[in-house]
């Protein structure tokens, strides 16, 4: 089943959650050893040019899973508490929030010297034709932070999910990990 049900996520949505969240950690942690890189270092262009172009497909996929989100009704929200409720719910936003920021932030990094970002050897975006001083220092810092806190999110996240799962035993969890093909 490609799309949701009131029950479970269908495929398209699993996939694009978890690659989207295997991107997000590879990305995370790449940006942790890049800032360690001297200018120097023969990986230093390497690490860059790769988080760029993965920043850049990723700005694709966020695009396109809010595109699949608004197409396809969400799955019934789990019983529970009103609070626990509109906390996921705030949560889910935020997550979103923050991916988009630090997507933008990313890009006015990159193209703050008025370059174009290369995405793979294979298309290039081009650079807004404005930025501001020390552009790529302001947002950097905010870049880091943004995520940071995104981390944060994710692992707050990935705590209700295992709560769900295994303290209520309402099958949280499996809503994102295989499709149930009842409706």
Same mark, same amino acid.
């Given at each position: ?72 009704? *969400? ?29 933008? *932030? ?33 947002? #950097? ?29 309402? #099958? ?12």
């Amino acid at each position: 089943m490609l799309k949701n049900s009131k029950k479970s996520y269908g495929l398209v949505a699993i996939f694009i959650h978890w690659l989207m969240a295997i991107a997000i950690f590879f990305m995370f942690g790449l940006g942790l050893y890049m800032v360690e890189l001297t200018y120097y270092d023969p990986w230093y262009k390497g690490s860059l040019d790769l988080h760029k172009s993965i920043g850049m497909l990723l700005i694709v996929m966020w695009v396109a899973r809010l595109i699949w989100r608004q197409m396809n009704h *969400s799955p019934d929200e789990l019983p529970g508490p009103k609070l626990e409720q509109a906390a996921a719910r705030v949560g889910h936003f935020l997550l979103y929030a923050l991916m988009l920021f630090i997507l933008v *932030s990313g890009y006015l990094i990159s193209t703050a010297d008025g370059k174009p970002i290369s995405v793979f050897e294979f298309i290039n975006v081009p650079a807004l034709p404005w930025s501001f001083d020390n552009q790529e220092d302001i947002v #950097g810092e905010i870049h880091f932070w943004l995520a940071w806190a995104l981390i944060g999110f994710v692992v707050g996240h990935i705590g209700a999910a295992l709560k769900h799962q295994f303290i209520n035993k309402d #099958g949280g969890l499996m809503r994102i990990i295989k499709v149930n093909k009842e409706h």
